[in-house]
């Protein structure tokens, strides 16, 4: 797993405090609760497990400790990582040309899911300036039957795309930001659930990412975090 894909938590972490909007803050409060938020997490070290299914099956785990140095540059150390085992080769008849057509087939596979992670860490991004726009112009949803209100931003990284963020109303947390998007024309789909260290921080504790079209499903938890 890269250095950039691993910051993908850091960036969710951006969309936390983003309820103060529907309590008609300003942009700026929004993203300076944001940053807050940051800063108090980046004192914690914690793990991070990630997971790569294709078409149901695991394929790969990861399992990384996270911690921040003195510089607030992101630091992962790896733990563990478990592959599954690759097939058998063919020795039959054309076993040689099948054998590229497999390998052909697998780095097809790495490139497309080095593409989804790319994609996944611009929502909602490191960009503050285009957050706030976006917050700016955003539908909010409320309902009486509901303890959650909802941020939804559209057109946010692609045309057609959408981004929507639920928090509780009465603890003002975040709950979920579910995203949909698109990649090589195939729908995807991003849902980060939030929880908080006890008297602490929220964070991003579970993030799933979705390709339909591929049968592509990628997990990642962190978890254990401690000062």
């Known amino acids: 797993m890269s250095t950039k894909w691993k910051a993908t938590l850091a960036s969710a972490v ?31 070290t914690y793990k991070q497990r990630s997971e790569t299914y294709q078409q149901g099956e695991l394929k790969n785990t990861t399992v990384d400790e996270i911690h921040y140095n003195p510089l607030g540059e992101r630091v992962g150390i790896p733990i563990d990582q478990h592959q599954a085992a690759p097939e058998a080769p063919s020795r039959g008849p054309g076993h040689r040309l099948i054998a590229k057509k497999i ?15 790319a994609l996944a860490e611009r929502y909602p991004g490191t960009d503050s300036g285009k957050l706030k726009d976006a917050i700016a112009k955003a539908e909010i949803i409320t309902s009486g039957g509901s303890s959650l209100t909802r941020i939804r931003m559209r057109d946010y990284v692609k045309p057609g795309d959408s981004m929507t963020m639920s928090f509780d109303q009465a603890t003002k947390r975040p709950v979920e930001t579910e995203i949909s998007t698109f990649l090589d024309g195939g729908p995807v789909s991003i849902v980060v659930a939030f ?33």
């Open 195 to 227: 929880d908080q260290i006890h008297d602490g921080p929220n964070y991003p504790s579970r993030i799933v990412i979705t390709s339909a079209t591929k049968q592509i499903e990628i997990r990642v938890f962190t978890y254990e975090y401690r000062l």
């Open 103 to 117: 390998e052909k087939e697998k780095e097809e596979m790495k490139d497309y899911i080095d593409r989804l992670k």
């Open 14 to 44: 951006g969309a936390l405090l983003v309820m103060a909007a529907a309590a008609q803050s300003p942009a700026n409060s929004v993203i300076e609760g944001m940053a807050a938020n940051n800063k108090q997490l980046r004192q914690y």
